[in-house]
């Protein structure tokens, strides 16, 4: 049995597309686990074995013990044991522990046993890409030996890809314009929760930038300019708000229980969202300046953050070409079936289906069917 497996460790989501290769028919699925992780007691996972009722699906009850840790990952992180995302937490450390949670998960729903071979991608920020020979090494020793819900799995790793956030992206392009990419001046922006970043390429040599501007950003700055507010409801009404604050999607976050109290509170939160809102697209505009030349060809923006500030990205690289996405975001919607802007989760896909097409195109397992399976993409 062999699982090829594409990852995203975001602090937002966990975005995942794996495929069973031994399988019939060779069809890719989408993945998804709430961020969240916590390190935990054995004596507390104890508790929430002898107190369970019934036995949720393995992607919402996901712990697992590795060298006698324990961890919590995923929904069961966040509503059980009530886990928060600590954006200053390195992704790559966090990424062991949920890559034994999502294959452990993807073996119980798919029936794979706890013995078999997997070809593994990796995205991570530019900053944290350096690290990728010691995550390679702690995968390949956490995968060999570790239990998923009290069952032990010895997996062999055996193909581990890396790419900085960008790389599905750009790898997909790159085959497009084929000789051609190493004649561009290319930029590839993710705008992601925690982080934004900048890859460059100049006659095909690379250089790079991370920096902590995601979304995450400008909504620690509302939050801490109101009453009470958490950055879930924040996110969420100004995600369905646009680039322009509307009202109706603010009514939900008054805490107040008299209305004449609820309308003020309710102005106050959309004026503290638009002034801020202005400083963050400024300090993105600044930021994008000093790190992307004005000579580049093409520009290749990505990232879910990418679609709230579409109109500012425009503006600010009107001489260039822009790529969003990579034009993937279509083949995302068709390969799984997605609803027209599904929560921008086609866009928030499409650098990991970027690069589980790299992927599959480097192995070949078993030999017969390497033709089927990329046709198939």
Request: a neutral charge.
């Amino acid at each position: 049995m062999y699982l090829l497996l594409a990852l995203d460790p975001g602090t937002s989501l966990t975005k995942m597309i794996y495929r069973i290769l031994s399988s019939i028919p060779y069809k890719p699925e989408l993945f998804c686990m709430e961020p969240e992780l916590i390190s935990v007691t054995k004596e507390s996972i104890d508790l929430y074995e002898s107190g369970k009722i019934n036995s949720p699906s393995p992607e919402n009850e996901s712990w697992i013990e590795l060298e006698q840790e324990y961890y919590a990952v995923g929904f069961l992180a966040q509503k059980h044991f009530e886990a928060r995302i600590k954006l200053s937490e390195l992704k790559y450390e966090n990424a062991i522990p949920k890559v034994l949670a999502a294959v452990g998960a993807i073996a119980l729903r798919e029936g794979l046993g706890n013995n078999f071979k997997l070809g593994l991608a990796l995205l991570l920020p530019y900053g944290e890409w350096e690290d990728r020979e010691r995550l390679e090494r702690g995968l390949t020793a956490a995968l060999s030996n570790f239990c998923f819900r009290g069952q032990q799995f010895s997996i062999c790793l055996e193909c581990f890809e890396c790419k900085p956030e960008g790389g599905g992206l750009m790898l997909t392009r790159s085959k497009k314009l084929g000789a051609d990419f190493n004649l561009l001046h290319i930029a590839v922006l993710m705008f992601g929760f925690r982080d934004i970043s900048v890859v460059l390429f100049e006659r095909g040599l690379s250089s790079g930038r991370t920096e902590n501007l995601g979304l995450a950003w400008m909504l620690e700055r509302i939050k801490n300019r109101t009453s009470g507010q958490n950055l879930q409801g924040l996110l969420l009404a100004i995600h369905q708000s646009g680039s322009t604050i509307k009202q109706k999607y603010f009514k939900s976050l008054a805490r107040s229980r008299k209305a004449e109290f609820q309308a003020d509170e309710i102005t106050q939160i959309m004026e503290v969202s638009a002034m801020i809102r202005k400083e963050y697209c400024n300090k993105v505009a600044d930021w994008l300046k000093s790190s992307v030349p004005s000579n580049v060809d093409l520009v290749i923006i990505g990232g879910g953050t990418a679609e709230y500030l579409s109109s500012e990205l425009k503006a600010l690289f009107s001489n260039a070409q822009i790529s969003w996405a990579a034009e993937l975001e279509e083949d995302v919607r068709q390969a799984f079936n997605l609803p027209p802007q599904k929560d921008a989760l086609c866009i928030r896909m499409t650098d990991v289906y970027g690069l589980f097409r790299y992927l599959q195109s480097q192995v070949v397992y078993p030999p017969v069917l390497t033709s089927t399976i990329t046709k198939e993409l």
